[in-house]
């Protein structure tokens, strides 16, 4: 009997009923390429297999393929663009309006222009664009193929009639294909590898029969009984990596009360004691426990007083200030860091839970996740702010950030922000921000600017997993708790 | 957030621009974008600018914001010669009234519409859903002046808007809906007030509803506007962005003298502007490098005035900005007037290191330690319902901590313990594949004193055909060594009989003399009403209480 190694061997059985291809066999025993490779040069040394080589062209998704099937082909999303702003049938839009709806370099418009047209997708008469109705991208072969190209490399040999087409199309345009030449290696058993094959069938008989205490054969391919991995909330997950992202950004983190006295709740944010948002349907006071002192020093809550008197006009009630209250924003936490500690400088940041007195939708909740983050320093000023906020929504993978102009009682100037979701293909509004207005610091004596923002985290935890009911994120239905992959990339 | 519906044409016609220009402009005057129409646009506004309850008054802030027209708007005033006699019966009810005459203009369907929005919005935001102030509009041409700020007795009849007979106050306030919504703002007085005209007729009976004989329409000409209230300062602030409007909308706007039954008298509207100085400094907090001459420039694109003196900005603020308070303001009006899109964000590197909280890295361990042992985390509301709290568990709720008028059965009261939530989680899983071991990492609640303690819990529950209470105290026991080091011997757990456990199958967890936690195998009944099926076994400690018990140990050795 000729010595054969175990992945010779293995390569052997695999080749006992056809020839096959290197990317095959690999699949078939379970070796690695580099196995497989290996193998099949001993056995071809030896005389067991014989190999056939061909030159054939491979083709690949390119860059531009893969950004056309997150975000549509530039066509399509043209022709999207110019019927949703309601170009009326037969109306037309001027091709400078057009250029104005959809977000496109003038290369990617031009681009798009020819290929609606070439598709008759539009018609262009006296500078006008005409729309010919929608169009399912799931239908166009391009799409077809760049999708079938995503999962992996094809033989160009192997495309059927129209995806030949799509491939002549796509290939015009700079980096939606990329090709290259590979060798295609058959391998098939020479004669004499037939007969090595027969020998080792022969053994594994005799091994099974000579009656010596022999494993019993399992089926190894038969399926396991399934166990769960344990593993954190998907919502921690999510609450973690933002905590690990500001950690490293180089904020300290802090935690605080839920109950929170109204004082610090709201008075001390320069939110007057007939503000709607300390309403009854809007915020939780807790029944029947009426504290009898505000948790603050008694010279905090005269000079917090003595502002609402002097800027809102109205006299100022102690007893509102003591009333309990589920905290409505995290701010109560980090304000309350600030009278204590009183700092020059100071990076923090927290996260937990604030309450509405809200009815559960959709996308509301009662109670969710805040995360909020405050700087103080003598010399920041509102561009750190957005400095912060962008780089804080890169770390977590969104790239492009919009500001503008908001309202909240206690920042100023004060900003809302969204970013843009490369998946969902569409801008969402995520944290507001501003700096702590004079009302809202001079009262704990701190000189300097306060730059706060903040905002819920489960609107980035439904981005993350897809979810688009915000109630699910709280369902714990075992079923998505032990499938939701940890790596969401 | 109020919100305010604009269509495209009159947009365009009243800016003076392209609508794609005017809506790429929008969210930099602070209007959020809410819905977008083939030929309408509705945005949200921030309540402290009810200018921007019409679309007169954001045309107005989008013309300066686009350079169309700086600096501080015109508004033309006239005496009028007429007056308001408010009687001294009004004083402990409703003691302010202010008013304008709107004259010679001319409106359609869609400006009535705005102008009714604006009304509105003014009654719910700054008018604090009328308390402070409310709004009514009449047609001029069916009264005659001098008005009457007065009261009646509760069956004093008149014809309400909206009504085609007579009905007493009370009437009103009993048996229509707008009565009904407003009729507290009234509780206790013995007479109502009302509004009358120099031959006896009612326009108003404030703050709940106007005569039917004064309604305005779309033909409606000259108007009077009248604004009572128990705040001076908003009455005045609500009645000069009536005033501006209206004037944009093309009508002259003659002034009204109140006097009042102590002697005094006044003026209205006032629109007196403002001024406000702050040193050109404090822009530094913008962190953009801008000349005097770019900040005037700033601040007349948001319809405000301004000049230099020295190293001092002057400001001039018109009557119905009256969210400018403070020189922070200014600064704001100088961002918004810069653009906030032209802004570029820079990011400063902190000099600092991160940390994580130290107790929330005790809890960061301990989920660790549960996710090792091949447990589930779930994540349950802090604010849950009595009925799941305490009944479903056979607790009673004596102590409870309930929260006011919650909006839904689900949230009514704090968390004492983790555990009847985890068991309701077991119940909505009772067709996922068993075993089913789940920890929840939370806060729990006590009433202490006149406050609340805060502590963070950590539950755990098994459900199982053979779970019990072996199995749970083992998970209990690798918790605590893993987690603290703490042996078998330094925690006791002693036979205790308590909801939701099983007699006989339960014990109090005990951590150097101090309760720690519970734990037992649920009771058969408990599992009943949560329809389960299977036994389940439990336990739940508080961990700030043995780290802190920790800590001051290792302090005092």
């Known amino acids: 009997m000729i010595a054969l190694h175990d992945i010779e061997r293995r390569l052997i059985l695999a080749l006992a009923g056809s020839e096959g291809r290197l990317d095959g066999l690999s699949r078939v025993t379970g070796l690695s390429m580099d196995q497989v490779r290996r193998g099949v040069e ?19 998704i390119g860059r531009e393929g893969l950004n056309a099937l997150k975000g ?38 031009n681009a798009a222009i020819r290929y609606a047209r070439e598709k008759g997708l539009i018609t262009i008469s006296n500078g006008r664009l005409y729309v010919k109705g929608s169009v399912d991208l799931k239908s166009l072969p391009e799409y077809r193929l760049l999708a079938r190209l995503e999962g992996g490399w094809l033989r160009l040999d192997e495309l059927g009639g129209e995806e030949l087409n799509a491939y002549r199309m796509l290939r015009r345009r700079p980096d939606y294909i990329v090709e290259r030449d590979v060798k295609d290696i058959t391998v098939r058993l020479s004669d004499h590898g037939h007969s090595v094959l027969k020998q080792i069938l022969d053994e594994q008989v005799r091994v099974g029969g000579e009656g010596t205490p022999a494993v019993k054969r399992i089926d190894v391919a038969a399926p396991a009984p399934i166990i769960y991995a344990g593993r954190r909330h998907i919502l921690q997950d999510v609450i973690d990596e933002v905590r690990e992202i500001l950690i490293g950004m180089g904020f300290e983190e802090i935690d605080g009360r839920m109950v929170q006295s109204s004082f610090w709740n709201f008075d001390a944010l320069f939110t007057p004691q007939d503000h709607p948002a300390r309403e009854m349907q809007d915020t939780f006071y807790i029944a029947g426990i009426n504290a009898s002192s505000i948790d603050a020093d008694a010279q905090t809550v005269d000079r917090v007083s003595s502002i609402h008197a002097r800027e809102w006009g109205y006299t100022w009630s102690s007893e509102e200030a003591r009333r309990l209250v589920l905290r409505t924003h995290t701010t109560a936490v980090t304000i309350r860091y600030l009278a204590d ?41 509102l561009r750190d702010l957005m400095g912060i906020q962008q780089e804080f929504y890169r770390r977590l993978g969104l790239n492009r950030v919009r500001f503008w102009p908001t309202y909240f009682p206690y920042t100023e100037p004060s900003l809302q922000s969204m970013v843009y979701h490369e998946r969902l293909g569409r801008w969402v509004e995520l944290f507001g921000m501003g700096i702590f207005r004079p009302e809202v610091t001079e009262p704990l004596g701190i000189d300097r600017p306060v730059l706060a923002w903040g905002g819920g985290l489960e609107r980035i935890a439904m981005l993350k997993y897809g979810i688009d009911d915000v109630r699910e994120l709280y369902s714990n239905r075992l079923s998505m708790l032990r499938g939701a992959a940890r790596c969401q990339l | 957030m109020p919100v305010v519906t604009l269509q495209h044409s009159r947009l365009e016609r009243l800016v003076g621009k392209s609508i794609d220009e005017i809506l790429a402009m929008l969210p930099y005057i602070a209007l959020d974008i809410e819905e977008e129409g083939s030929d309408y646009v509705k945005v949200e506004y921030n309540p402290n600018r009810p200018d921007f309850s019409t679309d007169y008054g954001i045309a107005r802030a989008l013309r300066g914001m686009m350079g169309m027209e700086l600096g501080l708007p015109r508004f033309d005033i006239a005496g009028s010669g007429t007056a308001f006699y408010v009687d001294a019966s ?73 009504s085609s007979m007579e009905m007493s106050m009370q009437e009103i306030l009993e048996g229509t809906d707008v009565g009904r919504a407003y009729a507290h703002l009234l509780r206790d007085h013995a007479r109502y007030p009302i509004i009358k005209d120099s031959h006896g007729n009612t326009l108003s009976f404030p703050p709940i509803i106007n005569a039917e004989l004064t309604r305005v329409t779309e033909h409606t000409r000259n108007m009077l506007v009248e604004v009572t209230a128990t705040d001076l300062k908003t009455a005045g602030d ?15 706007i003659g002034s009204i003298s109140i006097h009042y039954d102590d002697g005094h008298s006044m003026r209205t509207p006032d629109m007196e502007s403002r001024r406000l100085s702050l040193p050109m400094e404090r822009l530094n907090l913008l962190g953009l490098d801008m000349s005097s001459d770019e900040v005037v420039d700033c601040l007349r694109r948001c319809r405000l005035d301004a000049y230099m003196v020295d190293d001092r900005i002057e400001c001039i603020v018109p009557r119905y900005r009256m969210d400018i308070m403070h020189w922070i303001d200014i600064v704001e009006e100088v961002a918004i007037g810069y653009n906030v899109s032209l802004m570029e964000p820079r990011y400063p590197r902190l000099k600092a290191m991160g940390s994580r909280d130290r107790m929330l890295k005790v809890l960061d361990h301990a989920r660790d330690v549960m996710v090792g042992l091949g447990m589930i985390e779930v994540m349950n509301f802090n604010l849950v319902s009595m009925d799941l709290q305490y009944r479903m568990v056979e607790r009673e709720g004596n102590d409870a901590l309930i929260v006011e008028e919650s909006k839904s059965r689900e949230h009514e009261v704090l968390r004492d313990s983790l555990i009847p939530s985890l068991l309701d989680v077991l119940s909505r899983n009772i067709h996922e594949p068993y075993p089913q071991r789940l920890f929840e990492v939370g806060r729990v609640f006590h009433r202490d004193g006149d406050g609340i303690r805060e502590e963070w819990g950590i ?48 014990a109090e967890v005990l951590f150097m003399d101090e309760r720690v936690g519970s734990i037992g195998e649920v009771r058969t009944s408990v599992l009943g009403n949560f329809r389960l099926r299977v036994p389940v076994s439990a336990f739940e400690i508080i961990v700030s209480r043995i780290s802190s018990s920790l800590i001051q140990q290792e302090e005092a050795g």
């Open chain 1, 42 to 60: 001993w056995l071809r040394y030896k005389g067991i297999v014989s190999i056939e080589e061909r030159a054939v062209k491979q083709i690949g």
């Open chain 1, 72 to 109: 549509n082909l530039p066509e399509v999303r043209l022709v999207d663009a110019v019927a949703k702003h309601g170009a009326e049938e037969g109306e037309g839009v001027s091709l400078r309006d057009a250029r104005m709806m959809v977000d496109l370099t003038d290369d990617e418009f």
């Open chain 1, 341 to 381: 500690h009183r700092p020059d400088e100071a990076n923090v940041f927290s996260v937990g839970r604030v309450f509405r007195n809200e009815k559960l939708s959709y996308k509301h909740l009662a109670e969710f996740h805040q995360v909020e983050g405050i700087v103080v320093s003598r010399d920041a000023t």
């Open chain 2, 90 to 162: 009004v004083k402990g009810i409703r003691p302010y009234v202010l008013a304008l005459l709107a004259l010679g203009g001319s409106m359609d369907g869609e400006d009535l519409r705005q102008l009714i929005g604006m009304q509105e919005d003014l009654h719910m935001g700054i008018g604090r859903r009328r308390r402070k102030v409310s709004i009514g509009l009449h047609d001029y041409d069916r009264v005659k002046g001098p008005f009457h700020y007065t009261t009646e007795s509760r069956d004093f009849r008149f014809i309400p808007l909206n």
């Open chain 2, 238 to 252: 609500a009645l000069a962005v009536i005033a501006a409007t209206l004037s944009d909308m093309g009508f002259s």
């Open chain 2, 459 to 506: 539950a755990a529950v098994i459900a199982h055909s053979q779970a019990n209470y072996t199995e749970a105290k083992s998970y209990l026991q690798a918790l605590l060594y893993s987690l603290f080091g703490i042996g078998t011997d330094a925690v006791r757990t002693l036979p205790a009989d308590e909801p939701p456990y099983e007699a006989g199958r339960a």
